[in-house]
């Protein structure tokens, strides 16, 4: 069994279990329930990201998405709960911005475009500000919830490594490069593209996330790198 489909068994157990927990806690599926369940979620994304876990309390939660405290309750659990949902919630919609907003490569296009604006759009959808307090705020909260960490590392940075591994399987199939291993080459493709940035983001704060432009010319640069690794001669 190969590490992509091992990647992609477990992400989909965590998602199949965190959707039987919402559907237990939440109760009836009507329009009703399903937006006081996203005021929930987002009033609790805002929250927590301001104040981390220990700082946030459901009062306070209650109070911004206009519901009462009873009805909180109902549809998450607990306050630990409610965390795993938005850290889940959150990691997941990120993800899926990269994959559903960059079009399949057809058969006669530019593979390097193709990889620039895959490389552009997934820079832009990770280094946010949201998306940099929440790695903060996990990582900052690891001794207390090691399996969140998981869930983060899994849903994010391995998802990300297991769909590129999957995309450069059919291209090596279509000798559009040559690739051995395309979980090896999917490795070396998102960190070629988010490390530096990234990194950067991660530690000294918001100010740093790259504006457009730069983003472009590092995607890029790295495209060049990772085609002249991998790309036909």
């Known amino acids: 069994m190969s590490q992509g489909f ?12 965190s959707a039987a927990a919402k559907k237990m806690a939440g ?9 006081k369940r996203k005021a ?3 009033a609790a994304t805002e929250i927590f990201l301001k104040g981390g876990y220990l700082g946030t309390n459901m009062d306070e939660i209650a109070a911004l998405s206009e ?3 009873q009805t909180v309750y109902k549809h998450f659990a607990s306050k630990e709960a409610l965390f795993i949902a938005v ?34 759009r997934q820079l832009t959808a990770v280094l946010t500000p949201h998306v940099m307090q929440l790695r903060r705020l996990v990582i900052g909260e690891v001794s207390r919830f ?9 849903r ?12 450069f399987e059919h291209l090596a199939d279509r000798r559009v490069l ?9 490795s070396h493709f998102n960190w070629l593209i988010m490390a530096d940035p990234l990194n950067r983001a991660m530690l000294l704060g918001d100010a740093a996330i790259p504006k457009q432009a730069e983003l472009r010319r590092h995607a890029a640069e790295a495209v060049r790198i990772f085609l002249a690794a991998y790309g036909r001669k």
Do not use: C, H, Q
Not at 6 to 17: N, P, Q, R, T
Not at 178 to 186: F, G, H, K, Q
């Open 40 to 42: 929930i979620l987002d």
């Open 27 to 35: 109760g009836s599926d009507s329009p009703r329930s399903a937006r």
């Open 87 to 120: 850290v889940s919630s959150m990691t997941d919609e990120t993800g899926d911005i990269v994959r559903s907003e960059v079009a399949e490569l057809d058969g006669s296009g530019d593979v390097a475009e193709y990889l620039r604006n895959y490389a552009y």
């Open 6 to 17: 091992w990647v992609f068994s477990e992400i989909d157990g965590l998602m199949a279990k």
């Open 67 to 69: 519901v009462s405290k």
């Open 156 to 167: 994010g940075p391995m998802r990300a490594v297991a769909a590129l591994a999957a995309l």
């Open 146 to 154: 090691p399996d969140l960490a998981k869930v983060l590392y899994e």
């Open 178 to 186: 040559v690739i051995e291993d395309p979980w090896v080459a999917a």
